[in-house]
């Protein structure tokens, strides 16, 4: 997809660090990639809790809730798997800009579009979190019958079943959801945030 010639970036007369003033803490991505099932979206969302209650501004982009909006009109095919990480990496920038800690919850199972997402956002303000659990766990439990839907054959390109998931090589943390709770994955990802000082 070529840009257009006549789209010129429009700087703002907030700048990030204004931002990041009033709100008295720094932003950045904390991008939890894992199978469906591992537990993204409940580790995400319960740290968002926590996060709240130290008055850290911050905001869930979620897989499903995306593509209920803004990205309706992509399918489960590669490219379009691909199209909407690339989406959500501009959308997670935009946040970072206003200041605001954005926790993403996508499965984005190939490794070149989380290089690209974190090339997107700024390498230093993107912290890939590998939620790591088992399938056969992640099936297990499969809160939303969606891998008995895979192995029937009625969900094709699932990604674990018929479509590769490419783990991280070296992601900042590893939680491993069949092992911790959830409040244990939490508190490892709270302490590491104060280790890098950004909470």
Not at 180 to 196: F, H, P
């Amino acid at each position: 997809m070529s840009k257009p010639h006549n789209i010129i970036w429009h700087d703002s007369s907030i700048t990030k660090e204004d931002r990041r003033k009033q709100n008295n803490h720094s932003s950045f991505v904390l991008w939890f990639t894992g199978l469906s099932g591992s537990g993204k979206s409940t580790i995400a969302n319960t740290l968002a809790k926590e996060l709240y209650d130290r008055n850290i501004r911050n905001y869930v982009l979620d897989g499903d809730n995306i593509r209920n909006g803004l990205n309706r009109d992509l399918s489960f095919s590669d490219e379009d798997r691909t199209e909407n990480i690339r989406r959500i990496s501009e959308v997670s920038k935009l946040f970072v800009d206003n200041g605001t800690v954005v926790l993403t919850a996508f499965i984005s199972p190939f490794l070149q579009d989380r290089e690209k997402a974190k090339a997107i956002v700024s390498e230093e303000e993107f912290i890939e979190i590998f939620v790591s659990c088992p399938i056969e766990e992640c099936e297990k439990r499969d809160p939303k019958g969606l891998y008995g839907k895979a192995r029937k054959g009625e969900i094709p390109d699932f990604t674990g079943i018929d479509s590769p998931y490419e783990e991280p090589i070296s992601p900042a943390l590893t939680i491993h959801t069949n092992e911790q709770s959830v409040t244990e994955c939490v508190v490892v990802i709270l302490n590491y945030l104060k280790y890098r000082k950004l909470i």
